[in-house]
Protein backbone atom coordinates (compact mmCIF):
# COMPACT_ATOMS: atom_id res chain seq x y z
CA UNK A 1 0.00 0.00 0.00
CA UNK A 2 2.73 2.39 0.78
CA UNK A 3 3.32 2.65 -3.19
CA UNK A 4 -0.11 2.32 -4.43
CA UNK A 5 -2.16 4.41 -2.48
CA UNK A 6 -0.64 6.41 0.72
CA UNK A 7 -4.16 7.42 2.30
CA UNK A 8 -5.41 3.63 2.75
CA UNK A 9 -2.01 3.15 4.69
CA UNK A 10 -2.87 6.01 7.07
CA UNK A 11 -3.66 5.14 10.44
CA UNK A 12 -7.65 5.41 11.45
CA UNK A 13 -6.18 8.17 14.36
CA UNK A 14 -5.70 10.54 11.66
CA UNK A 15 -8.90 11.44 11.49
CA UNK A 16 -9.85 12.05 15.27
CA UNK A 17 -6.31 13.03 16.72
CA UNK A 18 -4.22 16.53 16.48
CA UNK A 19 -0.88 14.43 16.13
CA UNK A 20 0.46 10.86 15.01
CA UNK A 21 3.70 9.68 15.33
CA UNK A 22 3.97 6.62 12.79
CA UNK A 23 7.52 4.81 12.50
CA UNK A 24 7.80 2.23 9.42
CA UNK A 25 10.36 0.22 9.32
CA UNK A 26 12.13 2.11 12.05
CA UNK A 27 11.43 5.95 10.31
CA UNK A 28 9.21 7.93 11.77
CA UNK A 29 6.88 10.49 10.22
CA UNK A 30 4.68 13.03 12.58
CA UNK A 31 1.31 13.24 11.22
CA UNK A 32 -0.22 16.72 11.84
CA UNK A 33 -4.41 17.67 12.24
CA UNK A 34 -4.96 20.21 14.69
CA UNK A 35 -5.18 23.74 13.16
CA UNK A 36 -3.35 25.53 15.30
CA UNK A 37 -0.59 22.76 14.79
CA UNK A 38 -0.97 23.56 11.23
CA UNK A 39 -0.30 26.83 11.60
CA UNK A 40 2.51 26.38 13.66
CA UNK A 41 4.33 23.84 10.62
CA UNK A 42 3.27 26.52 7.44
CA UNK A 43 3.43 29.74 8.77
CA UNK A 44 4.14 30.88 12.93
CA UNK A 45 7.71 28.40 12.50
CA UNK A 46 7.68 27.98 8.66
CA UNK A 47 11.66 28.46 8.64
CA UNK A 48 12.02 25.46 10.98
CA UNK A 49 10.98 23.02 7.76
CA UNK A 50 12.32 22.59 3.84
CA UNK A 51 10.21 20.98 1.36
CA UNK A 52 10.26 17.07 2.35
CA UNK A 53 13.64 15.43 0.82
CA UNK A 54 11.42 12.37 -0.76
CA UNK A 55 8.98 14.91 -2.52
CA UNK A 56 12.33 16.99 -4.22
CA UNK A 57 14.10 14.13 -5.05
CA UNK A 58 10.55 12.68 -7.20
CA UNK A 59 10.21 16.76 -8.16
CA UNK A 60 13.63 18.14 -8.87
CA UNK A 61 14.74 15.89 -11.83
CA UNK A 62 11.70 17.44 -13.48
CA UNK A 63 10.94 20.79 -12.08
CA UNK A 64 14.65 22.08 -11.11
CA UNK A 65 14.50 24.42 -8.09
CA UNK A 66 11.75 26.74 -9.06
CA UNK A 67 8.82 28.01 -6.58
CA UNK A 68 7.32 24.36 -5.90
CA UNK A 69 10.79 22.78 -5.33
CA UNK A 70 13.47 25.47 -4.18
CA UNK A 71 14.25 26.22 -0.19
CA UNK A 72 15.52 29.21 1.41
CA UNK A 73 16.93 32.65 -0.38
CA UNK A 74 16.25 30.81 -3.69
CA UNK A 75 12.74 30.22 -2.85
CA UNK A 76 12.43 33.86 -1.40
CA UNK A 77 14.05 35.76 -3.83
CA UNK A 78 11.93 33.92 -6.81
CA UNK A 79 8.79 33.59 -5.16
CA UNK A 80 9.16 37.89 -4.61
CA UNK A 81 10.10 38.14 -8.08
CA UNK A 82 7.28 35.66 -9.50
CA UNK A 83 4.35 36.85 -6.86
CA UNK A 84 3.07 40.10 -9.32
CA UNK A 85 2.60 37.84 -12.31
CA UNK A 86 -0.39 36.22 -10.32
CA UNK A 87 -2.01 39.14 -8.77
CA UNK A 88 -5.09 39.58 -9.83
CA UNK A 89 -5.01 42.49 -12.13
CA UNK A 90 -3.05 40.21 -14.14
CA UNK A 91 -4.90 37.40 -13.99
CA UNK A 92 -7.92 38.77 -15.29
CA UNK A 93 -5.83 39.31 -18.47
CA UNK A 94 -6.35 35.34 -18.65
CA UNK A 95 -9.73 35.06 -18.23
CA UNK A 96 -10.67 34.97 -22.25
CA UNK A 97 -8.20 32.17 -22.94
CA UNK A 98 -10.30 30.04 -20.09
CA UNK A 99 -13.53 31.03 -21.13
CA UNK A 100 -12.38 30.16 -25.15
CA UNK A 101 -11.25 26.95 -24.40
CA UNK A 102 -13.79 26.27 -22.13
CA UNK A 103 -16.36 27.03 -24.84
CA UNK A 104 -14.55 25.05 -27.30
CA UNK A 105 -14.69 21.92 -25.21
CA UNK A 106 -18.86 22.89 -24.32
CA UNK A 107 -19.28 22.93 -28.19
CA UNK A 108 -17.39 19.44 -28.63
CA UNK A 109 -19.61 17.87 -25.91
CA UNK A 110 -22.98 19.40 -27.81
CA UNK A 111 -22.16 17.80 -30.88
CA UNK A 112 -21.55 14.52 -29.67
CA UNK A 113 -24.40 12.04 -29.36
CA UNK A 114 -26.73 11.42 -26.80
CA UNK A 115 -25.05 9.00 -24.58
CA UNK A 116 -21.46 9.29 -25.71
CA UNK A 117 -19.18 7.88 -22.29
CA UNK A 118 -16.03 10.21 -22.05
CA UNK A 119 -13.03 9.79 -19.74
CA UNK A 120 -13.85 12.72 -17.52
CA UNK A 121 -10.30 12.88 -16.17
CA UNK A 122 -8.24 13.20 -19.50
CA UNK A 123 -10.97 15.12 -20.88
CA UNK A 124 -10.65 17.53 -17.56
CA UNK A 125 -6.71 16.91 -18.08
CA UNK A 126 -6.74 18.19 -22.16
CA UNK A 127 -8.56 21.02 -21.25
CA UNK A 128 -6.61 23.11 -18.53
CA UNK A 129 -3.73 21.82 -20.45
CA UNK A 130 -4.96 23.52 -23.13
CA UNK A 131 -5.35 26.69 -20.94
CA UNK A 132 -2.04 27.11 -19.33
CA UNK A 133 -0.35 26.23 -22.42
CA UNK A 134 -1.96 28.91 -23.65
CA UNK A 135 -1.81 31.57 -20.91
CA UNK A 136 2.04 30.78 -20.85
CA UNK A 137 2.39 30.67 -24.54
CA UNK A 138 -0.24 32.82 -26.13
CA UNK A 139 -0.57 30.25 -28.92
CA UNK A 140 3.25 30.37 -29.95
CA UNK A 141 4.16 27.12 -28.86
CA UNK A 142 0.78 25.48 -30.55
CA UNK A 143 1.60 26.56 -33.96
CA UNK A 144 4.60 28.70 -33.61
CA UNK A 145 8.01 27.11 -35.09
CA UNK A 146 8.88 25.18 -32.56
CA UNK A 147 5.70 23.53 -32.31
CA UNK A 148 4.82 22.31 -29.03
CA UNK A 149 2.85 18.75 -29.71
CA UNK A 150 0.35 18.83 -26.67
CA UNK A 151 -0.32 14.84 -26.41
CA UNK A 152 3.25 14.31 -27.00
CA UNK A 153 4.08 16.88 -23.67
CA UNK A 154 1.00 15.45 -21.97
CA UNK A 155 1.98 12.01 -22.21
CA UNK A 156 5.75 12.74 -21.15
CA UNK A 157 4.27 15.12 -17.93
CA UNK A 158 2.30 11.32 -17.05
CA UNK A 159 5.31 9.44 -17.89
CA UNK A 160 7.67 11.55 -15.34
CA UNK A 161 5.41 11.76 -12.99
CA UNK A 162 4.07 8.18 -13.05
CA UNK A 163 7.00 6.73 -10.84
CA UNK A 164 7.01 9.54 -8.05
CA UNK A 165 4.86 6.98 -5.55
CA UNK A 166 8.09 4.59 -6.62
CA UNK A 167 11.08 7.27 -5.76
CA UNK A 168 9.09 8.57 -2.76
CA UNK A 169 8.32 4.57 -1.22
CA UNK A 170 12.15 4.34 -2.16
CA UNK A 171 13.43 7.90 -0.69
CA UNK A 172 11.48 6.97 2.72
CA UNK A 173 12.53 3.50 2.75
CA UNK A 174 16.54 5.36 2.92
CA UNK A 175 17.34 3.44 -0.11
CA UNK A 176 20.04 5.41 -2.32
CA UNK A 177 19.51 7.61 -5.61
CA UNK A 178 20.71 5.65 -8.32
CA UNK A 179 18.02 2.55 -7.10
CA UNK A 180 16.25 1.97 -10.29
CA UNK A 181 12.46 1.54 -10.24
CA UNK A 182 9.53 0.98 -13.02
CA UNK A 183 9.25 4.03 -15.71
CA UNK A 184 12.70 5.71 -14.45
CA UNK A 185 13.97 5.80 -18.53
CA UNK A 186 10.64 6.94 -20.07
CA UNK A 187 10.86 9.76 -17.69
CA UNK A 188 13.62 11.00 -18.28
CA UNK A 189 13.17 11.01 -22.08
CA UNK A 190 10.00 12.74 -21.31
CA UNK A 191 11.25 15.17 -19.37
CA UNK A 192 13.91 16.20 -21.79
CA UNK A 193 11.80 16.61 -24.72
CA UNK A 194 9.37 18.87 -22.71
CA UNK A 195 12.81 21.15 -21.44
CA UNK A 196 13.96 20.98 -25.01
CA UNK A 197 10.96 22.51 -26.32
CA UNK A 198 10.57 25.31 -23.90
CA UNK A 199 14.18 26.18 -23.23
CA UNK A 200 14.38 26.55 -27.36
CA UNK A 201 11.14 29.17 -26.62
CA UNK A 202 12.45 30.55 -24.05
CA UNK A 203 15.46 31.71 -26.07
CA UNK A 204 13.83 32.83 -28.95
CA UNK A 205 11.61 35.23 -27.32
CA UNK A 206 14.46 36.31 -24.94
CA UNK A 207 16.39 36.88 -28.34
CA UNK A 208 13.45 38.94 -30.03
CA UNK A 209 13.11 40.97 -26.42
CA UNK A 210 16.78 41.70 -26.73
CA UNK A 211 16.54 43.15 -30.19
CA UNK A 212 13.68 45.09 -29.24
CA UNK A 213 10.28 43.11 -30.39
CA UNK A 214 7.78 41.38 -28.71
CA UNK A 215 8.93 40.60 -25.53
CA UNK A 216 5.93 43.12 -24.06
CA UNK A 217 3.35 40.12 -24.34
CA UNK A 218 1.68 39.68 -21.11
CA UNK A 219 1.40 35.89 -21.03
CA UNK A 220 2.92 33.74 -18.47
CA UNK A 221 6.38 33.73 -20.24
CA UNK A 222 6.65 37.27 -21.34
CA UNK A 223 6.15 38.21 -17.75
CA UNK A 224 8.53 35.75 -16.14
CA UNK A 225 11.23 37.02 -18.67
CA UNK A 226 10.57 40.86 -17.25
CA UNK A 227 10.05 39.64 -13.77
CA UNK A 228 12.34 40.75 -11.05
CA UNK A 229 12.99 40.53 -7.09
CA UNK A 230 11.98 44.04 -5.81
CA UNK A 231 14.57 43.72 -3.04
CA UNK A 232 17.52 42.22 -4.91
CA UNK A 233 16.19 43.70 -8.50
CA UNK A 234 17.56 40.07 -9.61
CA UNK A 235 16.07 38.44 -12.57
CA UNK A 236 15.32 34.72 -13.13
CA UNK A 237 17.63 33.23 -16.22
CA UNK A 238 16.61 31.42 -18.97
CA UNK A 239 17.08 28.15 -17.04
CA UNK A 240 14.92 29.53 -14.19
CA UNK A 241 12.06 30.35 -16.59
CA UNK A 242 12.11 27.09 -17.81
CA UNK A 243 12.39 25.26 -14.42
CA UNK A 244 8.84 27.55 -13.76
CA UNK A 245 7.23 27.16 -16.76
CA UNK A 246 7.40 23.12 -16.19
CA UNK A 247 6.43 23.79 -12.54
CA UNK A 248 3.47 25.50 -13.84
CA UNK A 249 2.32 23.22 -15.85
CA UNK A 250 2.83 20.10 -13.72
CA UNK A 251 1.23 21.71 -10.84
CA UNK A 252 -1.37 23.63 -12.36
CA UNK A 253 -3.12 21.56 -15.04
CA UNK A 254 -3.82 18.73 -13.17
CA UNK A 255 -5.16 19.94 -9.69
CA UNK A 256 -7.03 21.78 -11.62
CA UNK A 257 -7.92 19.18 -13.55
CA UNK A 258 -9.11 16.89 -10.71
CA UNK A 259 -11.34 19.53 -9.03
CA UNK A 260 -13.18 19.87 -11.99
CA UNK A 261 -13.55 16.24 -12.06
CA UNK A 262 -14.63 15.47 -8.32
CA UNK A 263 -16.64 18.62 -8.51
CA UNK A 264 -18.80 16.93 -11.66
CA UNK A 265 -18.79 13.33 -9.93
CA UNK A 266 -20.28 15.10 -7.04
CA UNK A 267 -22.74 17.19 -8.68
CA UNK A 268 -24.14 14.29 -10.83
CA UNK A 269 -24.53 12.57 -7.11
CA UNK A 270 -26.46 15.80 -5.80
CA UNK A 271 -29.19 16.91 -8.05
CA UNK A 272 -29.99 19.25 -5.45
CA UNK A 273 -27.17 21.34 -5.24
CA UNK A 274 -26.25 20.85 -9.17
CA UNK A 275 -30.17 22.49 -10.14
CA UNK A 276 -28.89 25.56 -8.03
CA UNK A 277 -25.63 25.81 -10.02
CA UNK A 278 -27.36 25.98 -13.02
CA UNK A 279 -30.21 28.49 -11.76
CA UNK A 280 -27.21 30.58 -10.53
CA UNK A 281 -25.34 30.70 -14.10
CA UNK A 282 -28.49 30.76 -15.73
CA UNK A 283 -29.62 34.02 -13.16
CA UNK A 284 -25.78 35.60 -13.65
CA UNK A 285 -25.87 35.22 -17.54
CA UNK A 286 -29.54 36.08 -18.42
CA UNK A 287 -29.51 33.11 -20.23
CA UNK A 288 -26.83 34.66 -22.81
CA UNK A 289 -23.03 33.72 -23.19
CA UNK A 290 -21.00 33.52 -20.10
CA UNK A 291 -18.39 36.77 -19.99
CA UNK A 292 -15.31 37.27 -17.69
CA UNK A 293 -17.36 39.85 -15.35
CA UNK A 294 -19.98 37.01 -14.78
CA UNK A 295 -17.33 35.19 -13.36
CA UNK A 296 -17.33 37.26 -9.66
CA UNK A 297 -20.95 36.93 -8.88
CA UNK A 298 -21.18 32.93 -8.95
CA UNK A 299 -21.10 32.69 -5.31
CA UNK A 300 -22.31 29.26 -5.28
CA UNK A 301 -20.46 27.75 -8.09
CA UNK A 302 -17.51 28.58 -6.11
CA UNK A 303 -19.05 27.22 -3.09
CA UNK A 304 -19.58 23.88 -4.68
CA UNK A 305 -15.78 23.84 -5.64
CA UNK A 306 -14.41 24.76 -2.32
CA UNK A 307 -16.36 21.71 -0.94
CA UNK A 308 -15.30 19.28 -3.61
CA UNK A 309 -11.49 20.21 -2.83
CA UNK A 310 -12.53 19.75 0.92
CA UNK A 311 -13.85 16.23 0.09
CA UNK A 312 -11.28 15.34 -2.44
CA UNK A 313 -8.64 18.15 -2.37
CA UNK A 314 -6.06 17.59 -5.22
CA UNK A 315 -3.01 17.77 -3.39
CA UNK A 316 -4.01 15.54 -0.44
CA UNK A 317 -0.99 16.10 1.42
CA UNK A 318 2.14 18.80 2.28
CA UNK A 319 5.22 17.13 2.98
CA UNK A 320 8.31 18.58 5.00
CA UNK A 321 11.06 17.57 6.50
CA UNK A 322 12.15 19.41 10.22
CA UNK A 323 15.39 21.47 9.58
CA UNK A 324 16.33 21.59 13.36
CA UNK A 325 14.90 20.46 16.16
CA UNK A 326 11.27 21.18 16.89
CA UNK A 327 8.28 20.58 19.16
CA UNK A 328 5.59 20.55 18.20
CA UNK A 329 2.46 20.52 20.56
CA UNK A 330 4.15 19.79 23.37
CA UNK A 331 5.95 16.65 21.62
CA UNK A 332 9.66 16.68 20.19
CA UNK A 333 10.58 16.35 16.64
CA UNK A 334 14.19 15.72 15.69
CA UNK A 335 15.78 17.19 12.50
CA UNK A 336 15.32 14.61 9.55
CA UNK A 337 12.16 13.89 10.30
CA UNK A 338 9.01 14.11 8.05
CA UNK A 339 6.21 15.91 8.58
CA UNK A 340 2.75 15.55 7.25
CA UNK A 341 -0.16 17.78 7.00
CA UNK A 342 -2.37 15.16 5.85
CA UNK A 343 -5.00 17.57 4.13
CA UNK A 344 -7.63 14.73 3.00
CA UNK A 345 -7.67 13.74 6.94
CA UNK A 346 -7.84 17.06 7.88
CA UNK A 347 -10.51 18.18 5.80
CA UNK A 348 -12.57 14.89 7.31
CA UNK A 349 -11.36 15.66 10.86
CA UNK A 350 -14.18 14.57 13.01
CA UNK A 351 -13.74 17.21 16.11
CA UNK A 352 -13.46 19.51 12.77
CA UNK A 353 -16.76 19.41 10.65
CA UNK A 354 -20.31 18.13 11.46
CA UNK A 355 -20.78 15.03 9.32
CA UNK A 356 -17.49 14.89 7.70
CA UNK A 357 -18.19 12.74 4.72
CA UNK A 358 -21.60 14.35 3.82
CA UNK A 359 -21.50 17.14 0.75
CA UNK A 360 -22.43 20.22 1.81
CA UNK A 361 -22.06 23.54 -0.54
CA UNK A 362 -23.34 25.66 2.62
CA UNK A 363 -20.40 25.01 4.77
CA UNK A 364 -18.72 27.57 2.73
CA UNK A 365 -21.54 29.97 3.10
CA UNK A 366 -19.69 33.39 3.69
CA UNK A 367 -20.66 33.09 7.56
CA UNK A 368 -20.16 29.52 8.07
CA UNK A 369 -16.48 29.93 6.21
CA UNK A 370 -15.87 32.67 8.67
CA UNK A 371 -16.18 30.99 11.65
CA UNK A 372 -13.52 28.21 10.73
CA UNK A 373 -9.84 28.25 11.57
CA UNK A 374 -8.08 29.58 8.76
CA UNK A 375 -5.91 26.44 8.69
CA UNK A 376 -9.01 23.88 8.74
CA UNK A 377 -9.26 24.54 5.21
CA UNK A 378 -6.48 24.15 3.15
CA UNK A 379 -6.92 22.76 -0.47
CA UNK A 380 -4.24 25.52 -1.62
CA UNK A 381 -1.61 25.40 0.99
CA UNK A 382 -1.03 27.42 3.53
CA UNK A 383 1.46 30.33 5.01
CA UNK A 384 4.27 31.52 2.53
CA UNK A 385 4.32 28.62 1.25
CA UNK A 386 0.69 28.89 0.00
CA UNK A 387 -0.18 28.04 -3.76
CA UNK A 388 0.66 30.92 -5.81
CA UNK A 389 -2.04 29.66 -8.55
CA UNK A 390 -4.95 29.59 -6.30
CA UNK A 391 -6.50 32.78 -7.81
CA UNK A 392 -5.72 31.65 -11.21
CA UNK A 393 -7.08 27.92 -10.41
CA UNK A 394 -10.40 29.02 -9.08
CA UNK A 395 -10.56 31.45 -11.77
CA UNK A 396 -9.95 28.71 -14.46
CA UNK A 397 -12.29 26.14 -12.27
CA UNK A 398 -15.50 28.41 -12.26
CA UNK A 399 -14.75 29.12 -16.24
CA UNK A 400 -14.66 25.58 -17.22
CA UNK A 401 -17.92 24.26 -14.55
CA UNK A 402 -20.16 27.51 -15.60
CA UNK A 403 -19.69 26.82 -19.32
CA UNK A 404 -19.71 22.84 -19.24
CA UNK A 405 -22.60 22.41 -16.18
CA UNK A 406 -25.22 23.93 -18.89
CA UNK A 407 -23.92 21.86 -22.18
CA UNK A 408 -24.69 18.33 -21.04
CA UNK A 409 -25.78 16.27 -18.20
CA UNK A 410 -23.07 13.86 -16.76
CA UNK A 411 -24.10 10.54 -15.64
CA UNK A 412 -21.64 8.10 -14.19
CA UNK A 413 -22.28 4.37 -15.28
CA UNK A 414 -24.81 2.90 -12.84
CA UNK A 415 -23.16 1.40 -9.62
CA UNK A 416 -20.16 3.56 -10.42
CA UNK A 417 -17.62 4.47 -7.54
CA UNK A 418 -14.23 5.50 -8.25
CA UNK A 419 -11.42 4.68 -5.96
CA UNK A 420 -8.92 6.65 -4.29
CA UNK A 421 -5.09 7.17 -5.43
CA UNK A 422 -2.95 9.23 -3.93
CA UNK A 423 0.48 10.06 -6.10
CA UNK A 424 1.22 13.21 -5.60
CA UNK A 425 -2.09 13.97 -6.22
CA UNK A 426 -5.56 12.73 -5.31
CA UNK A 427 -7.11 11.14 -8.08
CA UNK A 428 -9.66 8.86 -8.99
CA UNK A 429 -9.44 5.15 -10.39
CA UNK A 430 -9.60 3.51 -13.19
CA UNK A 431 -10.99 7.30 -13.97
CA UNK A 432 -14.05 8.93 -14.29
CA UNK A 433 -16.09 7.46 -17.20
CA UNK A 434 -19.42 9.53 -17.72
CA UNK A 435 -21.80 9.39 -19.73
CA UNK A 436 -22.80 12.69 -21.63
CA UNK A 437 -26.53 13.66 -22.41
CA UNK A 438 -28.65 16.86 -24.02
CA UNK A 439 -30.21 18.99 -21.00
CA UNK A 440 -33.79 19.58 -22.18
CA UNK A 441 -34.69 23.19 -21.56
C1 LIG B 1 1.87 25.24 -4.44
C2 LIG B 1 -2.50 23.12 -4.66
C3 LIG B 1 -3.27 25.13 -9.01
C4 LIG B 1 1.32 26.65 -9.07
C5 LIG B 1 0.71 24.55 -4.10
C6 LIG B 1 0.45 23.97 -2.81
C7 LIG B 1 -0.76 23.36 -2.88
C8 LIG B 1 -1.28 23.58 -4.21
C9 LIG B 1 -1.46 22.58 -1.77
C10 LIG B 1 1.36 24.03 -1.58
C11 LIG B 1 2.39 22.93 -1.58
C12 LIG B 1 3.19 22.89 -0.28
O1 LIG B 1 3.05 23.76 0.59
O2 LIG B 1 3.97 21.95 -0.13
C13 LIG B 1 -3.07 23.47 -5.87
C14 LIG B 1 -4.41 23.09 -6.28
C15 LIG B 1 -4.62 23.66 -7.50
C16 LIG B 1 -3.42 24.40 -7.86
C17 LIG B 1 -5.36 22.21 -5.47
C18 LIG B 1 -5.84 23.61 -8.38
C19 LIG B 1 -7.07 23.37 -7.96
C20 LIG B 1 -2.10 25.77 -9.39
C21 LIG B 1 -1.93 26.53 -10.60
C22 LIG B 1 -0.61 26.94 -10.62
C23 LIG B 1 0.01 26.45 -9.41
C24 LIG B 1 -3.02 26.79 -11.63
C25 LIG B 1 0.13 27.78 -11.63
C26 LIG B 1 -0.36 28.28 -12.73
C27 LIG B 1 1.86 26.37 -7.83
C28 LIG B 1 3.22 26.73 -7.44
C29 LIG B 1 3.38 26.34 -6.10
C30 LIG B 1 2.11 25.74 -5.70
C31 LIG B 1 4.26 27.41 -8.32
C32 LIG B 1 4.60 26.53 -5.22
C33 LIG B 1 4.50 27.85 -4.51
C34 LIG B 1 5.67 28.14 -3.57
O3 LIG B 1 6.13 27.24 -2.88
O4 LIG B 1 6.07 29.31 -3.53
N1 LIG B 1 -0.38 24.31 -4.93
N2 LIG B 1 -2.52 24.24 -6.85
N3 LIG B 1 -0.93 25.75 -8.69
N4 LIG B 1 1.21 25.79 -6.77
FE1 LIG B 1 -0.68 25.12 -6.77
Redesign the pocket.
Known amino acids: TLVRNPIEAWPAEVYEKELVRIATLGRERVFVLSPPLVQQV ?1 LDEADAFV ?1 SEA ?1 LRALRPALGE ?3 T ?1 DGER ?1 RW ?2 RA ?1 APV ?1 RPDRLRGFVPAMLAAAGAAAARWRALPDGTEVELTEEMARLTFAI ?1 VE ?1 MLSGEGLDGADRIDPARVAAGLKASLDPVGWVVALSLLGAPEWTPYPGRLRARRARRYLRGVLGRLVAARRARAEAGAGAGRDD ?1 LGLLLRARDPETGRALADRDVVD ?1 LV ?2 VT ?3 E ?2 A ?2 LCWTLFLLARHPGAEARVLAEIAAVTGGGALLPEHLDRLAYTRQVLQES ?1 RLY ?3 AV ?3 TADRPVRIGGEAVAPGTPVFVP ?1 YALHRHRALWDDPDRFDPDRFAAAAAAARHRFAY ?13 G ?3 L ?2 VAILATLLPAARLSPPPGFSPALRLRVTLRPAPGLPMRLSRREG
Open positions: LKMALLAWQRVFITLNTFAGHTTLAMPPALTRILPFGGGPRLCIGAFAMEA
